[in-house]
């Protein structure tokens, strides 16, 4: 594809529940993030793969998350027994190589919601 | 304490209005400092990296400048279609060597309106 894909493009939830969060980068890039944005808030960084080394994990706010990346492509957010707090639009993007990491290519983000 | 602070958090301009979007940070090193422009409903589009004090980009109507202690993107004869928020973020270097991931101010939702 051309861009970052992220699917679906709104989650709605019961609060307790588990989801999972789908992102295709740009074919070709080695890195990967994904962040979170609450309403009016700026981006928080959440978790970053880079080829085959161990992620990033500083950003993740608590056990509840986790993220994997399978074959360095496609990635998945799993958030376990979901809270109110959570509700947020949740952002993959991937660029080229680390070393370009401000040059990030986002994708349209996931919209979540927990009722 | 907030590393990366945006001001205004809104600016209304009339069409040719310039004007100024500002960016202050407090990182104890910084590896970078980048710009992106978000519209509705979409993720971030990346805009400007500047990496020294005394650099400057520029892009269309947009230009990027930074000091050691703040970014400004200026605005030159806006039209409508610059009407986004416009993000701020920045990389620091760690003690270790190595740099932290994007931090992220709030950002300034741009209207102009025609």
């Known amino acids: 594809g051309a861009g970052v894909s992220q699917s679906p493009s709104n989650k709605v939830t019961e609060k307790g529940k588990d989801v999972e969060l789908r992102c295709d980068p740009i074919?070709?890039?080695?890195?990967l993030y994904w962040y979170r944005q609450s309403l009016g808030q700026g981006l928080e960084f959440l978790i970053y793969f880079q080829g085959n080394s161990a992620p990033d994990k500083s950003g993740l706010p608590s056990d509840r998350f986790s993220a994997e990346r399978t074959g360095g492509s496609v990635s998945t957010l799993t958030i376990q027994r979901t809270q109110q707090e959570d509700s947020a639009v949740y952002l993959c993007?991937?660029?080229?190589?680390?070393?370009?990491?401000?040059?990030?290519?986002f994708g349209p983000g996931t919209r979540l919601t927990v009722l | 304490e907030d590393q990366v602070t945006q001001s205004p958090e809104a600016l209304r301009l009339q069409e040719g209005e310039s004007s100024s979007l500002n960016c202050s940070y407090t990182v104890s090193g910084l590896r970078g400092l980048f710009w992106y422009r978000q519209d509705p409903g979409k993720g971030p589009e990346f805009l400007f990296t500047?990496?020294?004090a005394g650099e400057e980009k520029e892009k269309e109507r947009l230009k990027a400048t930074l000091t050691k202690k703040e970014s400004f993107l200026h605005i030159t004869a806006p039209k409508p279609e610059d009407s986004a928020t416009y993000l701020c973020a920045v990389r620091e270097s760690l003690s270790s060597g190595s740099a932290r991931q994007l931090t992220f101010g709030s950002g300034t939702q741009l209207t102009v309106l025609p």
């Open positions: 500047l990496y020294s």
């Open positions: 074919s070709g890039h080695t890195a």
């Open positions: 993007a991937s660029s080229f190589t680390s070393g370009s990491v401000g040059e990030q290519f």
